[in-house]
């Protein structure tokens, strides 16, 4: 057995890390915060810049190794300490599993928090109100609800792993200090908890219910984790959607799973701006303050 294979295996003792053990460069292990020394890790990380095609070739092997490969990217360009990954900035101290959630309850509860009367106890004033109004257009009787799934297209556009291995692929060349991570699980969205990953800590403390969000997303729309910084997520988009309409509705739901990306991420901060960008889209992106 290889130092990398016998690494792996701490990482997923069940699963069979031969099959990317010779593909890796030279890495180690990460845990958490709270872990003490011996305790288990969460992550594999490379030393080095992400090799172009690696990450294919180990979201090919992921059903057997186990292992989901993420793009690592530091929460500064140049960051020697390589934070969070490098730092284990990582905790699993609140984290609940994805399964506990309905993705449906948690969207209609983030919409109502982000669209809420009062902020810190006080009463929102006819201004704030106002633009409140103005951002969440066309939806102010409330919560919209889910948007319909949207079917793939076809050909290996509509193939969700087609799909992440191109945005892997793009998302190596605009950046090449980004490394490669390891974690033993079914998905990228299983892989934020199952690494304590808590890059929304702001906004949510159980990052369980940021993968119950994805891995919904994952039926509905074909997408896929492909990158994830310190307070960022990329994913591809197998399925997004085609006209408008079903376009504002996926934005209400990004609203509620992430404000930011409307109220700080768009000129206008509408959603009638933002869901205009999502039209065809095979890429979405989340950033949270």
Not at 25 to 41: F, I, K, S
Not at 44 to 56: N, R
Not at 118 to 126: F, I, K, N, Q
Request: hydrophobic share 40%; aromatic share 8%; proline share 8%.
């Amino acid at each position: 057995m290889t130092d990398a294979e016998r690494e792996l295996r701490r990482l997923m003792p069940s699963g069979d890390p031969s099959a990317v053990a010779d593909l890796l460069p030279t890495g180690r292990l990460v845990g958490t915060e709270e872990d003490g020394e011996g305790a288990a890790p969460v992550l594999w990380m490379s030393d080095g810049p992400a090799p172009l095609g690696l990450w294919e070739e180990l979201h090919r092997a992921h059903p057997r190794s186990g292992l989901w490969p993420l793009l690592l990217a530091p929460l500064r360009a140049g960051d020697e300490e390589f934070r969070p990954w490098g730092t284990g900035e990582l905790s699993r101290l609140y984290a609940g599993e994805p399964d506990w959630y309905d993705p449906a309850a948690l969207l209609r509860t983030g919409w109502e928090y982000s669209t809420g009367v009062e902020t810190e106890g006080e009463a929102l004033d006819p201004e704030e109100l106002s633009e409140l109004g103005r951002s969440v257009a066309p939806f102010l009787d409330g919560w919209p609800g889910l948007a319909p799934a949207t079917a793939p297209a076809a050909g290996p556009a509509g193939d969700p792993d087609e799909a992440a291995r191109a945005l892997a692929r793009h998302l190596l060349a605009g950046d090449a200090q980004v490394r490669i991570g390891l974690v033993a699980a079914g998905s990228g969205a299983e892989a934020l908890t199952v690494c304590g990953w808590s890059g929304p800590a702001n906004h949510e403390e159980d990052i369980a219910k940021v993968s119950a969000v994805l891995l919904d997303w994952e039926r509905r729309y074909g997408t896929r984790l492909v990158r994830v910084g310190f307070a960022e997520l990329e994913l591809s988009v197998a399925a997004p959607p085609g006209d408008e309409r079903t376009a504002l509705r996926v934005a209400a739901e990004h609203f509620a799973f992430c404000p930011d990306n409307v109220f700080q991420g768009t000129r206008t901060g509408t959603l009638t701006e933002y869901a205009s960008g999502l039209v065809g889209a095979a890429q979405w992106s989340f950033w949270w303050d």
